[in-house]
T-cell receptor
Framework: AQKVTQAQTEISVVEKEDVTLDCVYE???????LFWYKQPPSGELVFLIR??????QNEISGRYSWNFQKSTSSFNFTITASQVVDSAVYFC?????????????FGTGTRLTIIP | KAGVTQTPRYLIKTRGQQVTLSCSPI?????VSWYQQTPGQGLQFLFE???????NKGNFPGRFSGRQFSNSRSEMNVSTLELGDSALYLC????????????FGPGTRLTVL
């Protein structure tokens, strides 16, 4: 069975600090996808990134970066120079890559608070 | 391109009643998935519909059911509501390909009294 663990329940940092959100996953599949979603107070999940299991390159998008390491089954997310608007709950999710399997398994989320 | 819409946004029901929630996916998307989010259980997959057929199902009792129409709009029904059904119900839309990139709606917050 698939499993996603986000051990950090809540994190608070002062604005402009860097912060890393951890995600560890379990799957027996060799092909899978990993995601990060942001959930602001409005409740809507906002897609941030998708990564397939064959692509271990780190990715940077503005102040956001992701570190995927298959050896440790981790897909960590770093926000550089955090801003108050980054305050939200962040979810890591895992999906099998079989066609027709549109099921996401989510972690429990990390609530990030940026203190101005 | 319009996003995923869900109606109603808020709903209050009493135990024993039934409720129907609606989701309109992004135009051209054929897959609609439903998720339940509660403080205790987090985000849990309910079921997924693709081309009017249920393609995947999570571990929820039969009181939870759904359907999808020919225009890809989907409805979710919960019968005999229980207090524990109080949750945010999120609908996600995708093209239905193996990429599994899902776009979520704002959710329907259901409160059962």
């Amino acid at each position: 069975a698939q499993k996603v663990t986000q051990a950090q329940t809540e994190i608070s940092v002062v604005e402009k600090e860097d912060v890393t959100l951890d995600c560890v996953y379990e799957t027996r599949d060799t092909t899978y996808y990993l995601f990060w979603y942001k959930q602001p107070p409005s409740g809507e999940l906002v897609f941030l990134i998708r990564r397939n299991s064959f692509d271990e390159q780190n990715e940077i998008s503005g102040r956001y970066s992701w570190n995927f390491q298959k050896s440790t089954s981790s897909f960590n997310f770093t926000i550089t120079a955090s801003q108050v608007v980054d305050s939200a709950v962040y979810f890591c999710a895992l999906s099998e890559a079989d066609f027709g399997n549109e099921k996401l398994t989510f972690g429990t989320g990390t609530r990030l608070t940026i203190i101005p | 391109k319009a996003g995923v819409t869900q109606t109603p946004r808020y709903l209050i029901k009493t135990r024993g009643q039934q409720v129907t929630l609606s989701c309109s996916p992004i135009s051209g998307h054929r897959s609609v998935s439903w998720y339940q989010q509660t403080p205790g259980q987090g985000l849990q997959f309910l079921f997924e519909y693709f081309s009017e057929t249920q393609r995947n199902k999570g571990n929820f009792p039969g009181r939870f059911s759904g359907r999808q129409f020919s225009n890809s709009r989907s409805e979710m029904n919960v019968s005999t509501l229980e207090l524990g059904d109080s949750a945010l119900y999120l609908c996600a839309s995708s093209s239905g390909s193996s990429y599994n990139e899902q776009f979520f709606g704002p959710g329907t917050r259901l409160t059962v009294l």
